[in-house]
């Protein structure tokens, strides 16, 4: 049997990364497998707890507790139901474990923290799909990440018609 892997999935809960996030359980996640769900809140939201945790992110949230509401919350998320109820459905037909963190800055530098800090396998983030103008000028996150991470990384761009 092969060596569990734990893939990290970028989600911000836009339609690129429900996209990405059905890319990876459809082709990517294995029986076994771990999945982190990482979440980067902007620095500018204020919660309580973002002094505590702002260099390391949050603790691993398993899922469960990640579905409570006061726990989302608690981190300055607000989960998006069609996300949870995927990975619900992937926890129990491919028994994988799916755990949450939540980081604060900037997506760039935080995504590419995770891959370092967790120790993944592989990271899938969603592609906006800017315009060379926008990349430009706003910075493209899923460069960043292919081009700084110390994972592979995989980029889902959404279809032309979506």
């Known amino acids: 049997m092969a060596k569990a892997r734990s893939i990290g999935i970028g989600i911000d809960y836009s339609a690129t990364s429900k996209?990405?996030?059905?890319?990876?359980?459809?082709?990517l996640i294995e029986e076994g497998d771990k999945i982190i769900i990482i979440h980067v809140v902007s620095s500018k939201v204020d919660t309580t707890n973002k002094q505590l945790f702002e260099d390391t992110g949050s603790p691993l949230i398993p899922?469960?507790?990640?579905?409570?509401?006061?726990?989302?919350?608690?981190y300055g998320l607000n989960p998006d139901r069609e996300v949870l109820d995927m990975l619900d459905t992937v926890s129990k037909l491919k028994k994988v474990i799916v755990m949450a963190k939540v980081y604060w800055g900037d997506a760039r530098e935080k995504l590419c923290d995770a891959a370092e800090h967790l120790k993944l396998d592989s990271l899938v983030v969603g592609s906006r799909g800017l315009g060379v103008l926008k990349r430009v000028l706003l910075g493209s996150v899923s460069n960043h990440v292919v081009q700084n991470a110390t994972c592979p990384v995989t980029v889902v761009k959404a279809s032309p018609s979506k």
């Open 63 to 74: 899922l469960d507790e990640f579905r409570e509401i006061n726990v989302s919350k608690y």
């Open 19 to 27: 996209i990405a996030l059905k890319w990876a359980i459809d082709n």
